[in-house]
């Protein structure tokens, strides 16, 4: 407790030191929690921006209006435009990169706050090309300058009141469950979307996604979900599925695996 209390300190000297803020807001527990404490600090001085797209599902905008309303944050609802950029729309392994670059050039425009991410300790160590984008548009991440890792955001978001918030799954983008070199397509953004809301009333999993892959579709569930899954079901499900991507035009096989950190993204090597 100690540490989180002065974890909480640095957090409000930070974020005091900025006087205004513009926070990105995703839906998920990072930039949602980040939202809640800003505006708690700072009130008026504090506004909010979440893009919607088709890359972003319907409840994590539905969870950040609502959120918005119940607490008065003021928040600005809109388009980015990654879909109207190409180098996104290719789907390279630093696809983030460009969504981020839309982000944060649709913000800066509408706002003369210190533009601000929910980006924590744990997610530096991971591939995140979206960071050098935050780079290079001065956007600073509060979580990493105070030292709060993810369990912390979520210790925070329980005290912060945010109902279940807190124990809400990482859930990157969907465009994050097509692998690297195939194209981004709204409309199998949209099958994407649809095949996990089918897995997830099915099963209540802690974790799914659904990958698109050039060898068709596989289900990634967490291992307790995966070892629950009898026969009989994980057929019947198989089927949904393919049907839900058949009717969409995208006839491809369907296979279920358990799931991996980013197992979408493929690292080409450079030819020789």
């Not at 070199?181 to 209540?204: C, F, M, N, Q, W």
Request: proline share 5%.
């Amino acid at each position: 407790m100690g540490e989180q209390i002065s974890q909480l300190a640095a957090l409000e000297s930070v974020l005091s030191g900025m006087q205004n803020v513009a926070v990105a807001v995703s839906g998920g527990v990072d930039s949602l929690t980040l939202a809640a404490f800003a505006h708690r600090l700072l009130g008026d001085r504090s506004a909010m921006f979440h893009a919607v797209s088709p890359a972003v599902p319907a409840e994590a905008t539905r969870r950040t209006r609502e959120l918005a309303d119940r607490h008065g944050w003021t928040l600005h609802v809109i388009d980015a435009g990654e879909f109207d950029n190409a180098d996104y729309m290719r789907n390279p392994v630093d696809r983030c990169f460009y969504c981020k670059t839309s982000l944060y050039g649709a913000i800066q425009p509408r706002t003369r706050a210190q533009i601000v991410s929910g980006t924590n300790l744990d997610d530096l160590g991971e591939y995140r090309p979206g960071l050098v984008a935050a780079r290079e548009h001065g956007v600073r991440h509060p979580f990493v300058e105070a030292a709060l890792r993810k369990a912390d955001v979520r210790w925070l978001a329980r005290e912060l009141a945010l109902g279940d918030v807190a124990e809400l799954p990482a859930s990157p983008c969907l465009s994050s469950r097509v692998e690297t070199g195939i194209a981004i397509d709204p409309a199998v953004l949209a099958l994407i979307h649809g095949a996990e809301r089918v897995v997830s009333d099915a099963l209540k999993p802690a974790i799914v996604r659904c990958r698109v892959r050039a060898s068709g579709v596989v289900i990634e569930l967490d291992d307790p979900a995966l070892h629950r899954l009898g026969e009989a079901e994980r057929g019947a499900l198989r089927t949904r599925i393919r049907d839900l991507f058949a009717a969409g035009g995208h006839d491809q096989p369907v296979a279920f695996e358990p799931y991996r950190v980013g197992s979408a993204f493929l690292h080409f090597k450079p030819k020789a």
